[in-house]
């Protein structure tokens, strides 16, 4: 077990093997610490094939998330533009979009559901036919527009709310 960060520094393979062996003991903050300190003094490219391989070989283990604190992806000379922070500033940029996207298109389905449900609602208000409280529940709670759209349509014809849900339903 390697807690020192000077030890560490000295073989940075048999540290690393250290941390991945003793990750769930009680001494892996100190191992990792160690580990986290002498790869800083690490060449880069030694130091980011060493960091990576501890992060697979911890997973998603408690240590595994101890190390990705310690060890954040980051850039060295922010606001230059080299091309690490342009990659790094890209996958932001995309994940935002792409979460935006996502949120959006959830967001217009679940109100397209919402407004549907309240089509078949008012309708069948319109039409004078009593709707128990389990039947607007069960209509309200639907997000399935294909099904809304089956109700909707029966809605006009039915004489009892319960007749929207006959047939496939």
Known sequence: MIIDAE???????????????????RDATAILDALALALATAAPETSAYYAELLEIGLGNSRAGET??????????FPGRGTMIEQAL???????????????????LAQGRASERALMVLRVLRNRDIAVPPEIRERVSGCKDLDTLERWLDRAF?????????????
């Open 89 to 107: 500033l890209e996958g932001e940029e995309k994940g935002r979009a792409e979460g935006r996207a996502e949120g959006c298109a959830e967001g």
């Open 157 to 169: 014809i039915v004489s009892e709310a319960d007749e929207i849900f006959s047939g496939q339903d």
């Open 7 to 25: 030890e560490a520094a000295q073989d940075l393979t048999m540290a690393t093997f250290s941390a991945m062996t003793h990750g769930s003991s």
């Open 67 to 76: 190390w990705r604190k310690l060890m954040p992806i980051r850039t060295y």
